[in-house]
């Protein structure tokens, strides 16, 4: 099979492999689609090593077809998503969403499942609260202002430019700021602070995250884009009654990762199917131009998700293109 491992020198190379071997409750998939997240860019870099027994390979969902039964799913992987075939604990297989497209599926599951589990799971946003969503043009983010607003919270956002306030708005967010040009603090302080947040960018927006929760919040860290490490105001978040949630995906076991994607099935794939909940894609790239992929989400500023395309043209839905990233 094709695949793209990791160089030496932190670069991807296409290369021949064996196809892999499943282990008992697994089963192999036929993969038609990857998604690219920045977990990926970070195990390139050397930065995010994949868990015990996981595939050394990049990337964390797929979409393809059950070699066994032929039925078109996606699957949430620990690693090895960046290869024509993957072995998949079968719990951590789901159909793909009525009427959507294959290519396009491969972005779904991995958003969905972060935002349901922390969101939902973890952080126990319920109807009437305040939720504050950094990042809110990535895939997660625009996941997370669309989820958000049907549970019925009323959803704060921040983006990285002028443009993306509108952009964010249309998703479902009833306030958004640029972060480069607004002091977030005392914005967020003067709509009335947030219940949830939910923080990509982690050590750097500790301290304020902290400042912007109400009585008994809950900040929920998700990523360390701007650094890994940060001051803990402890007295007030002690003051506050507040909580703050670090918790990752990809190491979890599988029994666990069943019962996220259980409930991301029974929340967002209905909403999927009647087109109440989208994933913006912002591009698609064949697999051979994986590093093009990984520079859109390096540079920033992209709406959505970036899927690469890894079978081969005849393999792929018709409706298949690539955009102009």
Request: proline share 6%; charged share 20%; with cysteine.
């Amino acid at each position: 099979m094709r695949a793209l491992s990791i160089t030496e020198d932190h670069q991807l190379e296409l290369v021949d492999l064996p196809e892999p071997v499943t282990a008992p409750g697994e089963v192999l998939v036929d993969v038609v689609a990857a998604g690219v997240n920045r977990a990926d860019l970070a195990q390139v870099a050397g930065m995010y090593p994949p868990p015990p027994d996981a595939s050394e390979l990049p990337g964390l969902e797929v979409s393809g077809h059950r070699r066994d039964t032929g039925e078109a799913v996606v699957a949430l992987l620990a690693g090895g998503g960046y290869a024509e075939v993957v072995a998949v604990p079968e719990g951590q297989l789901l159909p793909v969403p009525e009427g959507m497209d294959l290519v396009d599926a491969a972005g779904v599951v991995e958003v969905c499942a972060t935002v349901v589990s922390n969101l939902v799971l973890e952080a126990g946003l319920v109807e009437g609260e305040t939720v504050l969503i950094h990042g809110g043009t990535g895939g997660i983010g625009t996941i997370a202002i669309q989820l958000a607003r049907h549970l019925g919270a009323r959803v704060l956002t921040t983006v990285g430019s002028d443009e993306a306030i509108a952009t964010t708005r249309g998703l479902g967010a009833d306030m958004a700021w640029n972060r480069h040009t607004t002091d977030l603090l005392e914005a967020v302080r003067e709509t009335g602070g947030a219940d949830v947040i939910l923080d990509v960018v982690g050590g750097p927006t500790l301290a304020d995250n902290v400042g912007m929760l109400h009585e008994h919040g809950r900040l929920v860290i998700i990523g360390t884009l701007g650094g890994a490490s940060g001051e803990l105001p402890i007295g007030l978040l002690m003051g506050k009654r507040g909580r703050v949630i670090g918790t990752t995906l990809r190491s979890r076991r599988t029994e666990a990762k069943r019962e996220i994607l259980e409930a991301t099935q029974a929340l967002a794939w209905p909403l999927l199917a009647d087109g109440s909940l989208r994933i913006p894609i912002h591009a698609r790239f064949p697999f051979e131009r994986a590093a093009e992929a990984h520079a859109v989400l390096r540079e920033g500023g992209h709406l959505g998700k970036v899927v690469l395309e890894v079978a081969q043209p005849s393999r792929v839905s018709s409706t298949s293109t690539v955009p102009s990233s």
